[in-house]
């Protein structure tokens, strides 16, 4: 089964498709490929980029070039499998930050109490923290 990442959007009509695994992206603001993408990396123009969705495919962000993780300043955290890559980027929040508040602590049972616990989904940096933009 193919895992999908949420982050499409049904209004963006004909989503971007990524050259290299051939699977739907999603747009990204050039704000967000400015703050994400290493300094040394940023291409002269940066509109027209869309972000590969694919957990498996290692390209990061495509369009008049091609970006992959190691072209990134932050890891993507649908494209890896380590807990302490954030989920929350303008918190800095992890994986395993949520889980221990889910499963050691017990303190957190809904996204409101993991918000109000962590600070997760609060911050307001997303379009240039967050790989996705959102």
Not at 21 to 35: D, E, Q
């Amino acid at each position: 089964m193919e895992e999908v990442v949420c982050g499409a959007n049904s209004r963006d009509g004909n989503p971007p498709v990524c050259p290299v695994c051939h699977r739907p992206g999603k747009r990204v603001a050039p704000k967000t490929l400015a703050g994400i993408l290493k300094s040394d990396r940023l291409p002269a123009a940066l509109e027209g980029y869309g972000l590969c969705l694919s957990p498996e495919c290692d390209a990061v962000y495509f369009g008049p070039r091609v970006f992959f993780k190691d072209d990134v300043r932050v890891r993507v955290w649908f494209k890896e499998d380590d807990p302490s890559v954030p989920v929350c980027y303008c918190r800095h929040v992890t994986a395993a930050d949520i889980l221990d508040h889910v499963a050691v602590r017990r303190c957190c049972d809904n996204l409101a109490d993991i918000q109000q616990h962590t600070g997760a989904n609060t911050g307001r940096d997303c379009l240039t923290m967050n790989p996705a933009g959102t």
